[in-house]
């Protein structure tokens, strides 16, 4: 149980277009869900948390207009990298978590290179 | 400001010993870890965790110790087998509090 899939694991966009990145709960609800960033060979980086049906809670530094999360259902999350840079070319990681417990699953990731 | 610390970003440990890796931490509200695998491209496996009201955790080859006072806790494998080569991330949060904060993580090989 506790599976945590996300769609695409690899993409390659052009820089100025927009890049949409799906997280899905498979076998549970998820309440809360989480985005990571990571850089090589650094730490993941939190980008924001998400609840569903509302407004996603983005950590300092991360610009919310760039980085649009949307939480629609118990079971999907979706981050869309708008007007993509090369500097934001990363491993973009996805994490679940059900109310009833305290445990963060987290997706395969998305490799995102912009050229 | 890196509230979570992992000093040795690589270690190298032949096969059948124990492998010890360690985490540091300066938020004294921290009070949840947890250790997680990592293989490249994929997302971290949980491994183990410990809460701040214990000292010692332990899952079958691996346990977590903590010591709240030196806010020190490491990660031992006993035996080390080679499927262990991973990174090891060592991740806390506080009470009331669901964000992660994660360590740089250690290289771990195993070496047959």
């Known amino acids: 149980g506790a599976v945590v899939s996300q769609h695409p694991s690899w993409v390659i966009c052009k820089s100025g277009t927009s890049v949409k990145i799906e997280c899905r709960s498979l076998?549970?609800?998820?309440?809360?869900m989480f985005w990571y960033r990571q850089f090589p060979k650094q730490s993941l980086m939190l980008m924001a948390t998400?609840?569903?049906?509302?407004?996603?809670?983005?950590e300092q530094g991360v610009e919310k207009d760039k980085f649009l999360i949307n939480h629609a259902s118990l079971t999907l999350s979706t981050l869309t990298v708008t007007s993509a840079h090369p500097e934001d070319s990363s491993f973009y990681i996805c994490?679940?978590?059900?109310?009833?417990?305290?445990?963060?699953?987290f997706g395969p990731g998305t490799r995102l290179t912009v050229l | 400001d890196q509230q979570v610390k992992q000093n040795s970003p690589s270690l190298s440990v032949q096969e059948g010993r124990i492998s010890i890796l360690n985490c540091d931490y300066t938020?004294?509200?921290?009070?949840?870890f947890l250790w997680y695998k990592k293989y490249p491209a994929e997302g971290p496996t949980f491994l183990i965790s410990?809460?701040?009201?214990?000292d010692k955790n332990e899952d079958g080859r691996f346990t977590v110790f903590l010591n709240k006072s030196a806010k020190h806790l490491s990660l031992h494998i006993v035996p080390s087998q080679p499927g262990d080569s991973a990174v090891y991330f060592c991740?806390?949060?506080?009470?009331?509090?669901?964000?992660?904060?994660f360590g740089t993580g250690t290289r771990l090989t195993i070496i047959p």
């Open positions: 994490s679940a978590q059900s109310g009833r417990v305290r445990m963060q699953f």
């Open positions: 076998d549970f609800q998820a309440t809360t």
């Open positions: 998400s609840n569903e049906g509302s407004k996603a809670t983005y």
């Open positions: 938020n004294s509200m921290f009070d949840y």
């Open positions: 410990i809460s701040s009201i214990k």
């Open positions: 991740a806390a949060r506080h009470f009331g509090n669901e964000k992660l904060t």
